[in-house]
Each structure stands twice: as C-alpha cells, then as structure tokens.
Nanobody, 121 residues
Framework: QVRLVESGGGLVQPGGSSILSCAAS????????MGWYRQTPGKQRELVAK???????TYADSVKGRFSISTFNIDNRVFLQMNSLKPEDTAVYYC???????????????WGQGTQVTVSS
C-alpha cells in the first residue's frame, strides 16, 4: 500500500513564507508526477503546482512567481515553497502522486491526508 505523509503548514502572517513537504512510501516502482492541491470550504479542490519525473513544473496562475515546487526523486519526496503568502492562500493543502506500483502496468493515484495552511495576522 502506498502512502503520502505531509508535513508543514500552520499559521503564517501575510507576506510570510512556509514550506510543505510530502513523502511517498510503499510499493512504488516509479513516480510519474507529484503535486499539491488545495481546497477551501464550499469550493472544489484545485491544483496548485505539479512536477513530473522529468522535473517539468506547472503552477496555478494565482501562485506563479510566489510558490515553487521541487522534488527529491531518490526517496520520492516533493516540497512546496510558499512565499509572499496571502490570506487567500488559506486552505487545506493536499499532496498527490501518480505512480506505478511494482508488478503493475497501469498507474495509480494516491492522496495525502491534507495539512492546513492559514495566512492571517
């Protein structure tokens, strides 16, 4: 069974920075891509940033220039550096991975449990 364990988040002042990390473990042959989504009450979960195995990155327009996603492929970890945080960045942030398990052909998806980020003075 594959798990994603997130860490980081919490309360941050507007204009501040924070970093989220996520580690994948379990029966993983390879990770195709990992990313971060976020969700606020009453809204759909939205993609914040994603990174492929070839380190191609994609960002939501709302975070471009402020957030940076990176990965440490050796142990399947992904990080989200968040700078110049705004109150509207407040949300539960979820780690996501698309991967291939050992002994399988089709890729699978897995979500982390979510971590709260609150931007407030």
């Amino acid at each position: 069974q594959v798990r994603l364990v997130e860490s980081g988040g919490g309360l941050v002042q507007p204009g501040g920075s924070s970093i989220l990390s996520c580690a994948a473990s379990g029966n993983i042959l390879s990770v195709n891509w990992m990313g971060w989504y976020r969700q606020t009450p009453g809204k759909q979960r939205e993609l914040v940033a994603k990174i492929t195995g070839g380190e191609v990155t994609t960002y939501a327009d709302s975070v471009k220039g402020r957030f940076s996603i990176s990965t440490f492929n050796i142990d399947n970890r992904v990080f989200l550096q968040m700078n110049s945080l705004k109150p509207e960045d407040t949300a539960v942030y979820y780690c996501f991975a698309n991967y291939r398990a050992q002994g399988t052909i089709r890729p699978s998806d897995v979500w982390g449990q979510g971590t709260q980020v609150t931007v407030s003075s």
